[in-house]
């Protein structure tokens, strides 16, 4: 089956670095994505990593290690606008279909 | 970037109605669409892919019969929530891939059923 596990909630403070973490099971593998959601809108893409490695796109970085079945979002100079939900979603190997973490609620204290 | 619309935003409805909810992309022509749904504090779950000028194909444990799923045209998909219950309160959001990012998401249909 397919499984993707993510923390429910983590709290942090304005200014510090929240590492987000992520492991999954999946048959077939076909790259990771981070998406950010905020309460009543719709997910928006962060990043898509397919190759192990750190991505680094500004405040937000994402780490994959495909043996370890293993990811997590990184958020540096945390803002309060980041208070949000941040899901973990991976395709179904050979479909578009993608499986969803639960999603891991940030909240951002000042 | 590419845009996906989903119309409406919100609904409410009297139980027992049926409510249609259209995704329509705007920039580019999406063969396949996703329409998910997400409880509060819930993850997103599928409930099934719209395929353009074909039946749609359900997930396990979604019925066909009451969520009609509707793919005329290269650029809209439209999900009938019909016979309306309060269990059906609910987030509802479409979806299509377009590029290396994956998902272009619509905005989403929060339907409140009374």
């Known amino acids: 089956g397919q499984n993707i596990d993510q923390p429910t909630e983590m709290t942090a403070t304005e200014g510090a670095i929240v590492q987000i973490n992520c492991t999954y099971q999946t048959s077939g593998f076909n790259g990771l994505f981070w998406y950010q959601q905020h309460a009543g809108e719709a997910p928006t893409f962060l990043s898509y990593?397919?190759?192990?490695g750190l991505e680094e796109k500004g405040r937000f970085s994402s780490f994959l290690s495909r043996s370890k079945g293993y990811s997590y979002l990184l958020l540096k100079e945390l803002q309060m606008k980041d208070s949000a939900s941040y899901l973990c979603?991976?395709?179904?190997?050979?479909?578009?279909?993608?499986?969803f973490g639960k999603g891991t609620r940030l909240k951002v204290l000042a | 970037g590419a845009v996906v619309s989903q119309h409406p935003s919100w609904v409410i409805c009297k139980s027992g109605t049926s409510v249609k909810i259209e995704c329509r992309s705007l920039d580019f022509q999406a063969t396949t669409m996703f329409w998910y749904r997400q409880f509060p504090k819930q993850s997103l779950m599928l409930m099934a892919t719209s395929n353009e000028g074909s039946k749609a194909t359900y997930e396990q444990g979604v019925e066909k019969d009451k969520f009609l799923i509707n793919h005329a045209s290269l650029t809209l998909s439209t999900l009938t929530v019909t016979s309306a219950h309060p269990e059906d309160s609910s987030f509802y959001i479409c979806?299509?891939?377009?590029?290396?990012?994956?998902?272009?998401f619509g905005s989403g249909t929060r339907l409140t059923v009374v």
């Open positions: 990593n397919v190759l192990d």
């Open positions: 979603a991976a395709p179904v190997s050979g479909t578009y279909k993608y499986i």
């Open positions: 979806s299509a891939v377009r590029d290396s990012e994956g998902y272009t």
